[in-house]
């Protein structure tokens, strides 16, 4: 418990530092804002005026904070090219780039733990090399390429599915979730491999220390200290792994998104970024920061818990 | 002492990382992996080279007539929507592509050097506050952090040089300040301080020469992630810009006309495929 508020404690003050950094980042870049939405052509009165009115004419610290604390209460201003609140653009996006997200997450361990737990099992046997090609073979397609390869497959050949024609949640609950399924495994995909990789590695350099021998003396079956010792302290590696893993997806999504045509946070991240639509872009930024620390916070919580070693030391 | 436990979960993701980056061994001799990935490296470097000076068309030169037209001897990939050559823009495509990864790894190596072997030799206070900084920026998808910096630094060849070039630092610099840790107590380090050497020349001439094999294969590999970072800009939309031509925009462009004309998209796509692997097949046998 204690351990625990710690850890919340340092990621507030992470939270913190990178709000000013982002802030920042984006304040001492040339280009005005005012210029940019009145067009070159304007007055240098009527920039003035928009800039008092946009709140720019300010100090750069009463800004800070006034966005800091609208931050808290997700009130992030107004989107310089939509003219809606950055919240309104960003809230109805949210869910269908966690939803893939968390959908890919899902596909991946279900792929990945038996088919790890298998080849560690069979080492050597001709499936598990046949796995370990495939894996290689998975982890050398840039992941963007996966996703082209599998609109091709399954959109344009066997049309399981009607390349970008995603439906909207609200329309149709299965038809979304159905439609998202194919970036889900796009995104999945290297990411299983990777796991299955580390899965393997970790299980079998388990499997040769002491412990492991006294479990089979004492008369267990392989199945047992397999999956009663083994996989136990195994967890460990591959739990930080999976956290980082899901970051990864977080990210990775904003690619498939734009490959499979998804309205979610990353099309938005892009279209702000080129249109440079600065709050939109610092609102998504701070986000995506704060689920990126969040997973990492809940995987050391959950290695705390799984090791009593970790636990003992602090 | 929750600092340490931090440092250690840390850590260890970092090793998982390392272990986990872009490797493959398809043979089981390392020298074979090894100069098998170097013949494909040297082959598509000579392509690149040669194309910097020829190509069989302008990459950029559009001809109605063979607009669409399929894999031939005249057209060797076929052309995209607008009549152009797919070969010589996958060419000068390769060329970008090099560029971009050797300035990426250039910048991010010569800075995370310099980060990683000023922690790990100084330790310290020096170390805590240097190494906090690039833990919290390595908790981030180096993609995210590339995107943050080009949205800073706006699009282009030499902004995605600069944004993935930072992008890369943390990576580089946690390796180097490990392997400055490894080698500040060793017995040819205490005996040039001995000598009186000073600390900056001890950094510099005498522990750099002996991380080189590491600091290659973290090189080589970076370049390749350096690569597949590009190509995904790119592809974006925000990377590389036209009129230079890049694989990753090639690929956006023909996502449209995947039904039609397939090998648009899979003739850049294979030839990524096969240069990453040769890379990750190089890197594999240096170590």
Known sequence: ?314 | MANTNMGKTITAKAQNKKAFGLKLKIFKDKKTNFYVGLGITAFFLLITIVGYFWTPYNPNAMDVDAKYSAMSFTHLFGCDNFGRDIFSRVVSGLGTTFFVGLGTVLIGGLVGIIIGAICGYFGGLVDEIGMRIMDALYAFPSLLLALVFVSLLGSGKYQVIIALGIAFIPSFSRIVRAEYMRCRDLDYVKSARLFGASHFRVIFVHILPNITPVLVSSAIIGFNNAVLAEAGLSFLGIGVQPPDASLGEMLSSAQSFLFSTPWYALCPGIVMIIMILGVSLMAEGVE
């Open chain 1, 1 to 314: 418990m204690k351990y625990a508020i710690k850890k919340i404690i340092t990621m507030l003050f992470t939270l913190l530092l990178i709000s000013f950094l982002v802030f920042l980042a984006f304040n001492v870049i040339p280009g005005d804002p005012a210029t940019a939405k009145l067009g070159t052509q304007a007055t240098p009165e009527k920039v003035e005026a928009l800039r008092h009115q946009m709140g720019l004419d300010r100090p750069f610290f009463v800004r800070y904070f006034e966005w800091l604390g609208g931050a808290v209460t997700f009130q992030f201003g107004t989107s310089y090219s939509y003219n809606m609140s950055v919240i309104q653009l960003i809230g109805s996006k949210l869910p269908v780039t966690l939803m893939l997200a968390f959908l890919s997450f899902i596909m991946m361990t279900v792929i990945a733990i038996p088919v790890g737990i298998y080849a560690a099992k069979h080492e050597g046997s001709k499936i598990d090399r046949f796995i370990t090609v495939v894996n290689q073979g998975i982890m050398a397609i840039p992941p963007f390429f996966s996703g082209i390869l599998i609109t091709l497959l399954f959109g344009l050949i066997l049309r399981f599915f009607k390349p970008g024609g995603y439906v909207g949640f609200d329309k149709s609950f299965w038809g979304c979730l159905y439609y998202l399924l194919f970036p889900a495994f796009a995104i999945a995909l290297p990411k299983a491999a990777m796991t299955i990789k580390l899965l393997r590695s970790s299980l079998l350099s388990e499997a040769k220390k002491d412990y492991v021998r006294t479990a089979y003396s004492r008369g267990n079956s392989t199945t047992a200290v397999l999956y009663n010792h083994v996989l136990k302290n195994s967890m460990i590696s591959v739990t930080t792994f999976l956290a980082m893993t899901l970051t990864d997806m977080i990210a990775g999504s904003v690619i498939m998104e734009q490959v499979f045509s998804v309205p979610g946070i990353g099309r938005i991240l892009i279209t702000s970024i080129s249109g440079r639509d600065y709050p939109v872009v610092m609102a998504i930024i701070l986000l995506l920061a704060f689920l990126v620390i969040l997973v990492n916070l809940i995987s050391d919580i959950v290695c705390h818990i799984l090791d009593p070693r970790i636990r003992q030391e602090v």
